[in-house]
């Protein structure tokens, strides 16, 4: 598939115009190129371990400075 036959399924199916679809850059993919990604996530993981988050909750110093743990 070739970049123009690309753009011009993509306009057709989305029914912009070639020239907004060709500017949006989509490109063809090689299939035996598994590691590719333009955009890594950089992010943390959007999940919320609740047991660890509880036991930083129920922190505690006592007297001496040291870490008291409260469950």
């Known amino acids: 598939m070739t970049q123009m036959q690309l753009d011009q399924l993509v306009a ?3 029914g912009d115009d070639v020239r907004a679809i060709r ?3 989509f490109s ?3 299939p ?5 990604d333009p955009e890594p996530d950089n992010l943390q993981p959007q999940m919320i371990d609740w047991d660890e988050l509880e036991l930083q ?3 505690a110093f006592d007297s ?4 008291r743990h409260f469950v």
Not at 32 to 36: G, I, P, Q
């Open 64 to 67: 001496q400075g040291r870490v």
């Open 12 to 14: 057709e199916a989305t």
């Open 28 to 30: 063809v993919a090689n």
């Open 32 to 36: 035996f190129e598994v590691a590719f």
């Open 23 to 25: 500017q949006r850059g």
């Open 57 to 59: 909750r129920n922190l």
